[in-house]
């Protein structure tokens, strides 16, 4: 959904051009932090629609920073895609265990890439209108 603002969480120069190129020509706003620790300080200073995050980062990996926006309340419904070039079915695992929505193997392709963003933006979308309802 065009206008929603993304973190975008990865260390790879080439990796996260490719990302921020493929999601700003589709109208996303997006942030990039290079590490956990600037993750973090981004989340707290700028609200997110969504964040994809990297499995291996230099002050540590994906899943702990995934682990983080789920404990933290203020930031728990955020949806959190990992990517990741790791191809062992033990790390998919762990990732949904950390609390992903989705996963995507690197390389990955423009439009795989912003088909699982639109749809998890479409989905917390709704979350959004049900709990809407429900307090009205």
């Keep these: 959904m065009p206008g929603e603002v993304i973190l975008l969480v990865e260390d790879d120069v080439v990796s996260a051009k490719f990302c921020r190129r493929a999601l700003e020509a589709q109208g996303y706003v997006v942030y990039h932090a290079k590490d956990c620790q600037s993750a973090r300080g981004l989340m707290?200073?700028?609200?997110?629609?969504?964040?994809?995050?990297?499995?291996?980062?230099?002050?540590?990996?994906?899943?702990e920073l995934t682990r983080y926006v789920r404990s933290r309340p203020e930031l728990a419904g955020i949806p959190v895609i990992m990517c990741s070039a790791c191809e062992r079915e033990e790390t998919f695992i762990e990732a949904f265990a950390a609390g992903v929505n989705d996963f995507i193997r690197k390389p990955s392709r423009s439009t795989e890439l912003l088909v699982r963003a639109a749809n998890v933006l479409q989905l917390r979308e709704a979350q959004l209108r049900v709990v809407a309802l429900q307090q009205s």
């Design 44 to 63: 707290m200073e700028q609200s997110f629609a969504l964040i994809f995050v990297d499995l291996m980062l230099p002050d540590g990996d994906g899943f």
